[in-house]
C-alpha cells in the first residue's frame, strides 16, 4: 500500500471495513457515532466522493480532521508522522498488505470486527472466561499493561454477530454489560454504564457512617490499569470507571451519593477531557475536584503517557509511589 493507492480508496469503504456505518446523511455527507471515542450523538462526519486526499473527516467532538492517513493515525494511535505505519494498517485493513507485522504476535484474524454495538443489537455471547487469550495478552501489553495486573478486572468473551465470530476484552460495568476492546473495535454488550470499582466497599461502610474522602475517576479502563501499573500499587478509594464522557451525569450522581470531600480526575487531555473536567467542577460544588493530568501533560491520556514512559525507558522504568 503507498499514498497513491491511499488517495482512491473511500472513507465510507474503510469504515465499514472497521465495522461503522452512517447514522444518517445530509447533502451528501454521512454523520457516524465516532469511531474516536463513545458518544449519544453521531458528530463524526464524512464527505463522500472525495480521493484527493484532502479533508475528507471531520469530528465535531474532537475538533479535529483531515485525509483518510490522518483517520488511521488518529483510529490506531500513532505518532502523527508515521506514514508508514498509517500506509501498513490501511494494507492490513483492505487486505493489501500479505507480510504479518513481526512486531504483533498472534494477530486477529483477517476479518472486519463487528458494528458498534448497543443494547439489543444481535450479540450471541457463548463464553465468558477467565483472561488467557494470548492475543488479547499480547493486545494488553503493547499498551504497557500486564496479564497479572488486568486479570482481577478483565475477563475474555467470545461471540458472534451476523454469523462471524469474535473475541474482545471485556470489562464489566454496572448494568451488567460489557464494556468490549480488541486492537480492531470499541464496543459494549448491554447497556452503557459506569463502572463503579471498590476497593473500599463503600455501600458497606456508609450504613456505619463511614464515608470514602476521596474518589478517583477515569475516563476510560485502560487509563485506570495504565494508573495501576505506573504507580505499582492499588488505588484506595472507590473508582468510577466513566466508560463514555456521556456518562458523566450518572458519575456525579454516584460521587454525590458517596459524599466523598474529593474528586481526583485523570481524564483525557483533549477538548472533550477539558470539557469534562469543566463539568464536574461545576456540578459538584462544595467538593475537591483536583485536574491529575497534569502529570501526562504531552500525552493524550494516562495510558499514551505510559506506553511513551515504556519506550523510552524500558529496562529503568521508574513506577512512582500512589499519591491519593
Known sequence: MNSNQAKKIEMSRILDQLGYQPHHEIRG???????LRQETQPSFKVTQGNQTGQS??????????GNLLDFITAYYDLPKNDIKGALRKLGEITGHSQKRDPS????????????TQVSGSGIEIHKVQPLQNRALIGYLRKRGISRSTATPYLKEIYYTRRKKNYFALAFPNDSGGYELRNPYFKGVD????ISVLKQIDWLVKRKTGVKPFAVTVFEGFMDFLSALTYYQKEITTPVI?????????RAVETITEMQAKKVYLYLDRDKSGRDLTCYFKKALLGIAVLDKSDLYAGEKDFNAFLITRLNEHPSSFSFHQLQF
Open 190 to 193: 448491554g447497556t452503557k454504564e
Open 29 to 35: 455527507e454521512l454523520w457516524y457515532f465516532s469511531p
Open 104 to 115: 504483533t504476535p498472534n494477530r486477529f484474524p483477517q476479518q472486519p470486527p463487528p458494528k
Open 241 to 249: 470507571v466513566l466508560n463514555s464522557v456521556a456518562m458523566r451525569n
Open 56 to 65: 475528507i473527516w471531520y469530528d465535531h467532538g474532537e475538533g479535529r480532521g
